[in-house]
């Protein structure tokens, strides 16, 4: 039974390490659309952030 609920928990543990990796690949990629945008804006003579 015990060897049972290990690998149970070990599947838990693997999903939601899957995703956690997969919302940080999204927030990783808005991050990077926010900075292009930047890039962008401040190209254009505009400057609406301080990096």
Known sequence: MVPLLLVLLL???L???GFAV???WWIALAVLVLW???FV???SG???YRW
């Open 15 to 17: 999903f939601g390490a």
């Open 41 to 43: 804006a401040r190209g």
């Open 46 to 48: 505009g400057r609406w």
């Open 36 to 38: 292009l945008v930047g």
């Open 22 to 24: 997969k919302l940080l």
């Open 11 to 13: 599947i838990l543990l």
